[in-house]
C-alpha cells in the first residue's frame, strides 16, 4: 500500500508569492498515477493535476505538477485570494488510491 | 454536463445499515470506473471503494472491508454503497466521482456529498 505525505501541513503566503507544496511517496510510483486536487472550503474536491504534471481542464496555467520516484511537487505561481483551500495528492494506479493528508494553503 | 448527485444521507445508530446512491447524468455512465470517497468532519480525504465500469472488479480500502459493499446498475445510471455494521468512525460526507478516463484512478467528476452520522 502506497502512502503519501503531505509537507507542509499549512502556508501562509501573500498575493502573488509562489507556493511549492510537496508529496512524497512511501515507494517509488510512476508518474503517470500521481494526481493533485483542490479543495475550496464548503465545496467537493476539483481535479488540478493527473499523471503528475498534467493540466486537468480548466485549470489555469499558474498552476503546474512535477517530481518522479517519490518526491511530487505541486506548485502555484502568482498567487490569487481564490486559491485559499486544501490541496491533496493521490495515489492513482493499483487501488486503495490513497491520498495524502493534505496542505492548507492560507492567503495572507 | 456532468452532474453525480447523492442522496440517503441520514443519522443511523452503531450496527445499523445505510444505502448511499449516485445518479450520474452527462456521460456514458456505463464506460466509467466509479468511486466513493469520504471526509470525516474537519478531516482530510479519505478514498474507500472504487467499481470498474462493468462492476466485475471492485476494491474497498481496509477500514471498509466485509462491512460496505460497492454496486451498479447501467441500465439506471445509478451507483450505489451499501453500508452494514456502522461504526461512529464512518461519521463522514461521502462523495461518488468518476474515474478519468485519461489516467486510471483520477478523479475528474465529483458530486456534491452527501453527510452520513453515525450516532447513537
Known amino acids: ?104 494553503l492560507e492567503i495572507k | 454536463q456532468v452532474q453525480l448527485v447523492e442522496s440517503g444521507r441520514g443519522v443511523v445508530q452503531p450496527g445499523r445499515s445505510l444505502r448511499l446512491s449516485c445518479v450520474a447524468s452527462g456521460f456514458t455512465f456505463s464506460s466509467y470506473g466509479m468511486h466513493w470517497v469520504r471526509q470525516a468532519p474537519g478531516k482530510g480525504l479519505e478514498w474507500v471503494a472504487v467499481i470498474w465500469y462493468d462492476g466485475t472488479y471492485k476494491y474497498y480500502t481496509d477500514s471498509v472491508k466485509g462491512r460496505f459493499t460497492i454496486s451498479r446498475d447501467n441500465s439506471e445510471n445509478t451507483l450505489y454503497l451499501q453500508m452494514n455494521g456502522l461504526r461512529d468512525e464512518d461519521t463522514a460526507v461521502y462523495y461518488c466521482a468518476r474515474e478519468s478516463t485519461l489516467v486510471r484512478g483520477a478523479l475528474d467528476h465529483w458530486g456534491q456529498g452527501t453527510l452520513v452520522t453515525v450516532s447513537a
Open chain 1, 1 to 104: 500500500e502506497i502512502v503519501l505525505t503531505q509537507s507542509p501541513g499549512t502556508l501562509s503566503l501573500s498575493p502573488g508569492e509562489r507556493a511549492t507544496l510537496s508529496c512524497r511517496a512511501s515507494q517509488s510510483i510512476s508518474s503517470s498515477y500521481l494526481a493533485w486536487y483542490q479543495q475550496k472550503p464548503g465545496q467537493a474536491p476539483r481535479l488540478l493535476i493527473y499523471g503528475a504534471s498534467s493540466r486537468a481542464t480548466g485549470i489555469p496555467d499558474r498552476f503546474s505538477g512535477s517530481g518522479s520516484g517519490t518526491d511530487f511537487t505541486l506548485t502555484i505561481s502568482r498567487l490569487e485570494p481564490e486559491d485559499l483551500a486544501v490541496y491533496y495528492c493521490q495515489y492513482c494506479d493499483n487501488p486503495p488510491n490513497n491520498f495524502g493528508q493534505g496542505t492548507k
